[in-house]
Every structure is written in structure tokens, then in C-alpha cells.
């Protein structure tokens, strides 16, 4: 008995912290003091966004409500009016947010059955974006022991200043798939590069894991996409070193498991729109709201798509107002923009071969490909996109950011710099946006 529970200790320890040792007594008093600031930080704003932001968050939050709440007391999932008047977005029943895929609304229903309060209800499904939220800061962690296994409170501190910012706090609680999605792509990524670095018998089970996980992603939202290509990537290396059959079945195993996740959702498409998504009827009825003006963009805009993202990246968009008059608050964003984006990559330029290790390329790979897969579908469906849909791959780039500055910098002044201006220029953000707004 007694040697069960010494056995039983160390598996909790690896089940919680995915390692036997995290190495977190080793760092030193400061930096564990940052990272205990970060989390009290971020519930304590969480939970301020959730009890005092605006009912209803201007960015679709009634739409998306509207989407859980048919689910929750109709039981059937919403439906765009095939013939709706363009330009008049529908609530209830036809809620103009009902093209987006149900795995989040799915979740978030039986909640519901709580209360028939609609402020109580707000509140309860703010509540449960707040433990999504939570979610991903732990799947934040386990993605940084996988990568960092020998020192994970550092890159996981860099990865606490992405939750920290104004725009990903708010998005995150007030009522959207945002969370989910957020929390899926974290947990994704750390499952794919465990298939990457696992032995070929051990392999197959991660890629089936990592496969899954995108499904539901794509099941909370199709802007997850993106996440496809680095599955791609990561297949075609485990191709390359195994050359056998058996690796094969596994990837087609996982494409049949993706096609099984999306039919149901696809099938209910094609019944009430007769195409396998709902996005032309959406783009029909807002249409004259999204572009009214029927611009039609070019490649040449893509750098001034770019630039729109960075203040929408740092704050919500009800705070992007605040930019206009508070000059302060403008250069701050421009600092952080700088320290977190600019920089790294100024970096990884002069110093190319940074991508090489602790695999940082695969940490800044998402993003990347995320902004192109945005700027292409901006130019070439004449729909404009927002930073708040790169917010997936965000804790994995502050990763990357984390390994551009150690090892181009290679002091340990130089990470910690980065850390704490970082970390003090979230906090600037909400005293000088977040103060005006409250």
C-alpha cells in the first residue's frame, strides 16, 4: 500500500503538470513572482470583464447568445432566412451568426437550463467562457512543457502576456466561440508536436489525438483552418522518416475522422442552403453592412490589412475609439507591437538559424499562416477579417518570441526585459483604456 501511494504521487504529478518535474523551484524568486502577477492578473480582469462589460458587447455577443439560447429552448440549431432582406441582421431563432459551425453552441446550451433569466443567463455563459479561458492557459502550460521540457516557466510567461492584453480578455468572455477555438488550436498544437517528436509506435496515437482535437476546432470554427497546413507539415515530416504503409493508414484514418466530426454539421447545410456551408446566404444578408461600398480589394492593401490589425490585436474593438484621442495609449500599442512582433522577428532575420531551435519555427509557423490565409480571403472574397481571428495562434508566437530573444540575445536579462515590459505594457493598456471604460 505504501509503495502504491509513493507510485501514485508521481503520476498525479506528471498527470497535472505533464512532467515529473516542471523545474519551477529551480527559476528564480522573480520570475515565479511574474508569472504569479500574470495569473492573478488575468482572473482578475477576467472576472471584472465578465461581471461589469456591456450587456451586450457590441461585437455580436447578442447574435451569439440568440445561437445558444435557440439551442438550449427550441432545441433545433438556428437558420439564416434564405431569403432575408439584405442588410437587416435577424436575431432569435434566425440569428445572423447561425452560418457559424455548433460545437461551441452545442457546449454551452445545457447551461442554459440553469436559469430563465436573461441577465442570469449572460452571466452563466460569460462564467463558462471564463473556464475556457482557463483552459487554454493550462493547455498554454502543458504546450510549453512539451516544447521546454527542461524549463517551462519561462516560454509559459511569455505566453501569459498574449492572455493578459485587453482584446484577448474581452473577446474571450464575452459570449462567443472565441474561447473554444482558442483553447482547441493551444491544445492542438501541443498534441502535434508530441506525434512530431514521438517514436513511430508511439506517433500514430498522437496524430490521431491531434486530428481530433482540429476537427472539433473546425466544428467551432472554420478559421481554424489554418491549422490544417501545420498538420500537413507535420505529417509529410513523419512520412519522410518512416516511408511505411502503416503511417499511411493512420493519416487516412485521420481524414475519415475529420469527414466524420464535419458531416453531420455539412448535411444540415446542404438540407436548409443546398451547399455544404452557409456562408454565401450570410454574405447576402450583411453584405450591405460588412462592405456597403462593394470594395473590392487588391494584394497591393494587404500591408494596410496588416496595420488595421495591430490596435484590433491589443484591444477590443469597443475600445479602438479610445486610440483616437488618447495619444499615450496609441504609443503604448506601437511599443508593444514592437517588443512582441517587430522585434522577434528582426531577430530571427539576423539570425535566421533561431528558427532551428527548440523548434521556433513551429511555434511562429501558425501565425504566419494565419495572417496569409486572412489577407487571402480578405482579397479574394471582398470580406474583411479582424485581428481578433489570429488569436489562436497567439500563445504559441509569444513561445517563439520567448526563443527568438534567448538565443539571438542569449543573457538572461534579455528575456526577462522582454517579460516584464511586456507584461507592464498589458497593464498600461487596461489602466488607460480599461479605466475610461469602466
Same mark, same amino acid.
Request: glycine share 4%; net charge positive.
Given at each position: 500500500m505504501a509503495s502504491d501511494s509513493v507510485t501514485g504521487a508521481p503520476r498525479r504529478r506528471v498527470w497535472l503538470w505533464g512532467t515529473n518535474n516542471p523545474h519551477i523551484?529551480?527559476?528564480?524568486?522573480?520570475?515565479?513572482?511574474?508569472?504569479?502577477?500574470q495569473l492573478v492578473a488575468i482572473l482578475g480582469v477576467a472576472v471584472l470583464t465578465l461581471t461589469s462589460f456591456e450587456i451586450w458587447a457590441r461585437l455580436d455577443?447578442?447574435?451569439?447568445?440568440?445561437?445558444?439560447?435557440?439551442i438550449a429552448d427550441q432545441h433545433v440549431l438556428p437558420n439564416l432566412?434564405?431569403?432575408?432582406?439584405?442588410?437587416?441582421?435577424?436575431?432569435?431563432?434566425?440569428?445572423?451568426?447561425? %452560418?457559424?459551425?455548433?460545437?461551441?453552441?452545442?457546449?454551452?446550451?445545457?447551461?442554459?437550463?440553469?436559469?430563465?433569466?436573461?441577465?442570469?443567463?449572460?452571466?452563466?455563459?460569460?462564467? %463558462?467562457?471564463?473556464?475556457?479561458?482557463?483552459?487554454?492557459?493550462?493547455?498554454?502550460?502543458?504546450?510549453?512543457?512539451?516544447?521546454?521540457?527542461?524549463?517551462?516557466? /519561462?516560454? %509559459?510567461?511569455?505566453?501569459?502576456?498574449? %492572455?493578459?492584453?485587453?482584446?484577448?480578455?474581452?473577446?474571450?468572455?464575452?459570449?462567443?466561440?472565441?474561447?473554444?477555438?482558442?483553447?482547441?488550436?493551444?491544445?492542438?498544437?501541443?498534441?502535434?508536436?508530441?506525434?512530431d517528436r514521438a517514436p513511430r509506435d508511439e506517433a500514430n496515437r498522437w496524430f490521431l489525438a491531434a486530428a481530433f482535437t482540429f476537427g472539433l476546432a473546425m466544428l467551432t470554427t472554420l478559421l481554424t483552418a489554418p491549422l490544417g497546413v501545420m498538420f500537413g507539415i507535420v505529417a509529410l515530416r513523419r512520412l519522410w522518416r518512416d516511408r511505411a504503409w502503416r503511417t499511411v493508414g493512420v493519416f487516412a484514418a485521420c481524414g475519415?475522422?475529420?469527414?466524420?466530426?464535419?458531416?453531420?454539421?455539412?448535411?444540415?447545410?446542404?438540407?436548409?442552403?443546398?451547399?455544404?456551408?452557409?456562408?454565401?446566404?450570410?454574405?447576402?444578408?450583411?453584405?450591405?453592412?460588412?462592405?456597403?461600398?462593394?470594395?473590392?480589394?487588391?494584394?497591393?492593401?494587404?500591408?494596410?490589412?496588416?496595420?488595421?490589425?495591430?490596435?484590433?490585436?491589443?484591444?477590443?474593438?469597443? /475600445?479602438v475609439v479610445f486610440v483616437v484621442t488618447d495619444h499615450a495609449l496609441d504609443q503604448v500599442i506601437s511599443l508593444m507591437f514592437y517588443?512582441?512582433?517587430?522585434?522577434?522577428?528582426?531577430?530571427?532575420?539576423?539570425?535566421?538559424r533561431t528558427l532551428l531551435v527548440d523548434s521556433a519555427w513551429y511555434l511562429a509557423l501558425p501565425l504566419a499562416i494565419s495572417i496569409v490565409f486572412l489577407e487571402a480571403t480578405t482579397i479574394t472574397a471582398n470580406w474583411p477579417t479582424f485581428a481578433r481571428y489570429l488569436y489562436g495562434a497567439g500563445p504559441?508566437?509569444?513561445?517563439?518570441?520567448?526563443?527568438?530573444?534567448?538565443?539571438?540575445?542569449?543573457?538572461?536579462?534579455?528575456?526577462?526585459?522582454?517579460?516584464?515590459?511586456?507584461?507592464?505594457?498589458?497593464?498600461?493598456? /487596461?489602466?488607460?483604456a480599461g479605466v475610461r471604460y469602466f
Open positions: 523551484a529551480e527559476e528564480s524568486w522573480l520570475l515565479r513572482g511574474i508569472v504569479v502577477l455577443e447578442h447574435a451569439h447568445y440568440d445561437y445558444v439560447e435557440t432566412r434564405a431569403h432575408g432582406k439584405p442588410g437587416k441582421l435577424e436575431m432569435g431563432r434566425h440569428t445572423y451568426e447561425a %452560418f457559424q459551425p455548433p460545437l461551441y453552441y452545442l457546449a454551452a446550451a445545457p447551461l442554459l437550463k440553469l436559469s430563465h433569466v436573461e441577465h442570469t443567463r449572460v452571466l452563466i455563459l460569460r462564467t %463558462f467562457d471564463l473556464l475556457l479561458l482557463l483552459g487554454a492557459l493550462y493547455a498554454t502550460w502543458r504546450l510549453a512543457v512539451v516544447v521546454f521540457p527542461d524549463r517551462p516557466l /519561462w516560454p %509559459f510567461a511569455f505566453g501569459l502576456m498574449f %492572455f493578459l492584453l485587453p482584446g484577448v480578455i474581452v473577446r474571450s468572455i464575452t459570449i462567443s466561440y472565441q474561447p473554444l477555438a482558442t483553447l482547441l488550436s493551444v491544445v492542438f498544437l501541443a498534441l502535434l508536436f508530441r506525434a475519415v475522422m475529420l469527414v466524420a466530426l464535419l458531416a453531420p454539421w455539412l448535411a444540415f447545410n446542404e438540407a436548409h442552403y443546398g451547399s455544404l456551408t452557409s456562408f454565401s446566404t450570410a454574405r447576402t444578408l450583411q453584405q450591405p453592412l460588412i462592405n456597403p461600398d462593394n470594395h473590392n480589394y487588391t494584394v497591393s492593401e494587404a500591408p494596410r490589412i496588416a496595420r488595421v490589425w495591430i490596435r484590433e490585436a491589443f484591444l477590443p474593438n469597443e /475600445w517588443l512582441l512582433v517587430l522585434l522577434p522577428v528582426i531577430l530571427v532575420i539576423v539570425r535566421p504559441a508566437w509569444l513561445l517563439f518570441v520567448y526563443v527568438a530573444v534567448r538565443q539571438a540575445l542569449r543573457h538572461w536579462a534579455a528575456p526577462m526585459t522582454v517579460l516584464a515590459l511586456g507584461t507592464a505594457g498589458a497593464g498600461c493598456l /487596461w489602466i488607460q
